[in-house]
């Protein structure tokens, strides 16, 4: 994995490193990272900020250097419990530092993180990292948004999502960081429970449902995930990734003659959908009804090479590739 090197321009002169306190909305704006992600992080113990004054908690600058580091690993693709285990590493070493924090420099060495010192250096944990940073570069921009005028924080001080669509983004967000890996237990926790709580504020946001029962499905819950595909459906009947989902389920699960009536009623509201097509045609396969299948594979193939390459993930280009080879077979069937 390529490495990110981020500098940070020189400003203000430091104080000492203890000195100086951030808000969530000053981070936020420092780290560029969303002030919603960084109140669950907070919530959940994955980054809670150290200082205390009155009711609000601040951020340290040691707080600054954990969020910096946990921004780059994610962003870089390594799991949140990898995430969580190399800033705790990281936590438990710079108190021991000889060295000023403004003097280190943290980067990437292989698989490992490494922080420098001036006498030597020392590995913070294992796993990958995708950043490279002076700690003095990015103390001075810490001083630099300190000197900005302040903004008070959200109206509740909760530390989370106010709204059930706030939520449903943030879940959005934590999926597209998880992104299906089943040793990453925390991280589907934190999945689900974000969507679990955009629907506990509107029952009847759909595309929480919709998105809920495909995570339920991904880990095999597939009961479950056809409960949440029917409730989206009955908020809302125009959810076609619900119905699109649920009659994937049918074919999966072997009820064969739902899953084409399910896609035929995709189809019928959206003939375009090529996934319905691909999905249609295997169950006609197993029908017996070739002729017809062939058309929507054909359908599907003619879909998929339409698209952008960028937009054909590798799993959609096998599945083109082996619609490809089922067409031919098909073709050179006796009769066809």
């Not at 001036?118 to 630099?144: I, T």
């Not at 896609?263 to 509201?269: C, D, H, K, N, T």
Request: with cysteine.
């Amino acid at each position: 994995m390529p490495v990110v090197a981020t500098k940070l321009p020189p400003a203000a002169s430091p104080g000492t490193d203890d000195d100086g306190a951030w808000s969530v909305r000053e981070v936020s704006r420092l780290l560029e990272v969303p002030e919603h992600r960084l109140r669950y992080w907070s919530q959940t113990g994955f980054l809670v900020p150290s200082l205390r004054r009155g009711e609000r908690r601040l951020y340290a600058f040691r707080d600054l250097i954990a969020v910096k580091v946990a921004k780059g690993l994610l962003d870089g693709g390594l799991p949140l419990r990898r995430v969580r285990r190399q800033l705790e590493d990281l936590r438990a070493r710079l108190p021991r530092v000889a060295t000023p924090l403004h003097d280190l420099r943290i980067r990437c060495e292989h698989d490992r993180v490494i922080v420098d010192e001036a006498a030597h250096r020392f590995e913070a944990g294992s796993g990958q990292l995708v950043l490279d940073f002076d700690v003095m570069a990015l103390r001075d921009q810490a001083a630099q948004v300190l000197a900005l005028p302040w903004v008070g924080e959200g109206d509740d001080g909760s530390g989370r999502p106010r709204t059930a669509y706030e939520w449903f983004l943030f879940a959005q967000e934590l999926e597209d960081e998880w992104d299906g890996a089943p040793a990453d237990v925390e991280g589907l926790f934190e999945v689900r429970h974000a969507y679990e709580a955009a629907l506990e504020l509107d029952p009847g946001l759909a595309a929480a449902w919709t998105n809920l029962g495909s995570l339920l499905a991904r880990i095999g819950e597939v009961d479950e995930a056809a409960e949440h595909f029917e409730q989206a459906l009955l908020h809302d009947p125009e959810q076609e990734a619900a119905r699109l989902n649920l009659a994937a389920l049918a074919l999966e699960t072997g009820r064969t003659a739902d899953a084409v009536v399910g896609y035929r009623e995709v189809l019928r509201r959206d003939p375009d959908c090529f996934e319905a097509h691909y999905g249609l045609a295997r169950g006609l396969l197993q029908q017996g009804g070739k002729g017809e299948a062939l058309a929507h594979l054909e359908r599907f193939r003619v879909a998929v090479d339409r698209l952008p390459v960028e937009d054909r993930d590798p799993d959609l280009q096998a599945r083109r590739d082996q619609a490809q080879a089922v067409i031919g077979t098909l073709r050179g069937e006796p009769g066809r």
